[in-house]
């Protein structure tokens, strides 16, 4: 069975401060990843997205970006918070259908 | 415009009775997906239903294409049901999911 797995569950990060936010996958090859970001009352965006090793899009900018350094790790980082990166990240994984499966998120509040 | 609409963004309910939670979007798609968000934040995939109806234990999922609109259909509604549902409109070639604001379901003993 694959499963995924979220680091950390929760940070409180000073602005201007960096950040590193890890998903990994186990049980599944070559599968396609993806980041998503919920604001505090907010509404879900898809931030990147990425089908195989090393290869990231950006679908909205928001001053971060997202790296694949393995095939079954994707890493979501900035060098200076802002406060408005405070929020809900989720990451997610995809076999190739239409179908998402999420990790259990990381919350992060920006001070 | 906003692609996806969710109605009523708010519900409130006793335990036992039913539940109709919409979903209306603007483009032609791909997926439709139902997700319920626990009030930690993770996701928890209901259905995907592009089109038809599909049924999981009290849940039943519903899409018509044609008239751009998805249901969640939750019978005897249980305590345990309260948090937010979410529906997720897939389009394009990289499995983006457009979200809809939610529906914060509250089911009162």
């Known amino acids: 069975a694959q499963t995924i797995h979220q680091w950390p569950v929760a940070e409180i990060k000073a602005v201007g401060s960096p950040l590193s936010l890890g998903c990994t996958i186990k049980?599944?090859?070559?599968?396609?990843l993806y980041w998503y970001w919920q604001a505090t009352g907010g509404t879900l965006q898809q931030l990147f997205y990425s089908i195989t090793v090393g290869q990231v899009e950006s679908v909205v900018q928001l001053n971060l970006s997202a790296s694949r350094p393995k095939d079954d790790q994707f890493i979501l980082s900035t060098e200076k918070l802002l406060l408005s990166h405070s929020g809900f990240y989720l990451c997610?994984?995809?076999?190739?259908?239409?179908?998402?499966?999420f990790g259990e998120g990381s919350r992060l509040i920006v001070v | 415009g906003q692609q996806v609409q969710q109605s009523p963004a708010s519900l409130v309910l006793q335990e036992g009775e039913n539940a109709e939670l919409q979903c209306n979007f603007s483009t032609s798609l791909n997926s439709m997906q139902w997700f319920y968000q626990r009030p930690g934040g993770s996701l928890v995939s209901l259905f995907y239903n592009p089109s038809g109806t599909k049924h999981s234990g009290r849940l039943t999922s519903t899409t018509v294409i044609k008239e751009r609109r998805s249901s969640l259909h939750i019978s005897s509604s249980q305590t345990t049901d309260s948090g937010t549902y979410l529906c997720a409109l897939g389009t394009g070639g990289n499995n983006k999911l457009t979200f809809g604001q939610g529906t914060v379901l509250s089911v009162i003993p």
């Open positions: 049980g599944k090859s070559s599968p396609n």
């Open positions: 997610a994984w995809s076999p190739g259908g239409n179908t998402l499966y």
